[in-house]
């Protein structure tokens, strides 16, 4: 049964600390889209890939916020320097590479940053 | 801009009762629409999804949607709930010719015994 996995699943940090997140979309799946979910803002789409080129990232805070495909099974989103109010489950997710296509979810990262 | 609306922040329900989300949707063309589910500690998994043909669609775990265009709305639909369907559920559009979907602020279901 194929799907998303997401790496770690749980992360404690301090404020200031770098936070690498790790995605392994699907295989065969050409788009990867990162989310942040929060109980104030819901679910957020900070970027999205396709054939590991990014299509859309306004999403994402700059400043310290990076989202990479390094290969075709690696998608990363970095923060740097973390803040509190960084905290929240961050989503990847994958799909065909179809227009219009169901997404497929990995359980997500719950990060908290002290 | 693309938007959805779910005016329901949480739904109660007893166990065998009947169930529906609303959802409506702010949208030019004809969208492709979506609803998705995600219990507790999980990501969000497909339930359904709308993108032409018959407006009544069908989906797993029992559950169906209506799209009806001239309300601009696609209501999930179960007619006998089950405790297991405690979760939270989201309407999503994807506009045409596109990927970036957006989700509504989601609906979470309470179910009593």
């Known amino acids: 049964d194929a799907r998303v996995t997401q790496t770690p699943r749980h992360k404690v940090t301090e404020m200031g600390q770098e936070v690498t997140m790790r995605c392994q979309p699907i295989?065969?799946?050409?788009?990867v889209f990162w989310y942040r979910q929060t109980m104030m803002q819901g679910l957020e789409l900070l970027a999205y890939?396709?054939?590991?080129?990014?299509?859309?990232d306004s999403g994402m805070p700059k400043d310290r916020f990076s989202a990479e495909m390094p290969d075709a099974t690696l998608a990363t989103l970095k923060i740097q320097p973390s803040e509190p109010r960084d905290s929240a489950v961050y989503f990847c997710?994958?799909?065909?590479?179809?227009?219009?296509?169901?997404?497929?979810f990995g359980p997500g990262t719950r990060l908290l940053v002290l | 801009a693309q938007s959805v609306t779910q005016p329901d922040i949480h739904i109660t329900v007893s166990e065998g009762a009947s169930l529906e989300l609303r959802c409506n949707y702010s949208?030019?063309?004809?969208?492709?629409l979506f609803w998705y589910v995600q219990s507790p500690g999980q990501g969000l998994q497909l339930l359904l999804k709308?993108?032409?043909?018959?407006?009544l669609v069908q989906g797993i775990k029992g559950f169906e949607a209506e799209f009806k265009r001239s309300q601009s709305s696609f209501n999930l639909r179960k007619p006998s709930v089950h405790w297991s369907d405690a979760a939270e559920y989201f309407c999503?559009?994807?506009?045409?010719?596109?990927?970036?979907?957006?989700f509504g602020a989601g609906t979470r279901l309470f179910v009593k015994a």
């Open positions: 997710a994958s799909g065909p590479g179809r227009q219009h296509e169901t997404q497929y």
């Open positions: 295989l065969g799946h050409n788009t």
């Open positions: 890939f396709r054939n590991r080129a990014p299509l859309d």
């Open positions: 949208y030019g063309a004809t969208p492709y």
């Open positions: 709308y993108f032409s043909g018959d407006t």
């Open positions: 999503a559009v994807v506009h045409t010719g596109g990927f970036k979907t957006i």
